[in-house]
């Protein structure tokens, strides 16, 4: 079956330092969606790409969707502690009416 | 907007009871909302779908009759683990879907513990 999978598992940064996070699926995506989770919390929704090679910011965040829909990234220039979290990445199986999660990326940033 | 509330956020029960989740979305209404289940340090894992006013749908390898789903009205599902047991400690995740859009709203998740 399809399968949504991300790298790193981990990532420990200094703070400032940028970081990125990969997400590859095994069959081409129609959408793609980025969720922030802080630890202790729940997933709070970022952002969603539809068009290939789609690239949005929000701030020091930069999203892209491949040319071929098959993956994406999430880009965190100078990251900051408040960027620490699990970053995963979606797929809206709207035929379906539900989301499936990469496993994600959790970010440590050092102070 | 778009809040999503779970009730209650943590509950410890012993071995063989039942527990009831509420999953509330507060200023809209939800035709589908989703349960999850997430392990620590691992990703959310979809259990189902429940669609108000029918059946829930069940993902691979979920039991139905161990988690059951009731989808009420447009902002209240419930889950209800059945017959509790030490491995269905885990936290649990709704999130409910505006009738407009593809986004999802999220709940703050119950940390059941089952001893």
């Known amino acids: 079956g399809q399968q949504v999978m991300q790298i790193p598992q981990y990532q420990h940064v200094q703070e400032g330092e940028d970081f990125t996070t990969y997400c590859n699926s095994s069959t081409t995506l129609s959408n793609i969606q980025w969720y922030k989770q802080r630890p202790g919390g729940h997933p709070v929704f970022l952002i969603q790409l539809v068009k290939s090679g789609e690239v949005k910011k929000q701030k020091r965040l930069t999203f892209q969707f491949g040319e071929a829909k098959k993956n994406s990234s999430l880009h965190i220039t100078a990251t900051q502690t408040t960027d620490v979290g699990t970053y995963f990445c979606?797929?809206?199986?709207?035929?379906?009416?539900?989301?499936?999660f990469g496993p994600g990326t959790s970010l440590s940033v050092i102070p | 907007g778009a809040v999503v509330s779970q009730h209650p956020s943590r509950v410890i029960c012993k071995s063989g009871t039942s527990v009831k989740i509420e999953c509330r979305s507060l200023d809209f209404q939800a035709t589908t909302m989703f349960w999850y289940r997430q392990f620590p340090k691992q990703s959310l894992m979809l259990m189902a779908t429940s669609n108000e006013g029918s059946k829930a749908t069940y993902e691979q390898g979920v039991e139905k009759d161990k988690f059951l789903i009731n989808h009420a009205s447009l902002t209240l599902s419930t889950l209800t683990v059945t017959s509790a047991h030490p491995e269905d400690s885990s936290f649990y995740i709704c999130?409910?879907?505006?009738?407009?859009?593809?986004?999802?709203?999220f709940g703050p998740g119950t940390r059941l513990t089952v001893t």
């Open positions: 979606a797929d809206p199986k709207t035929s379906y009416d539900k989301v499936i």
């Open positions: 999130s409910a879907k505006p009738l407009q859009g593809s986004e999802q709203y």
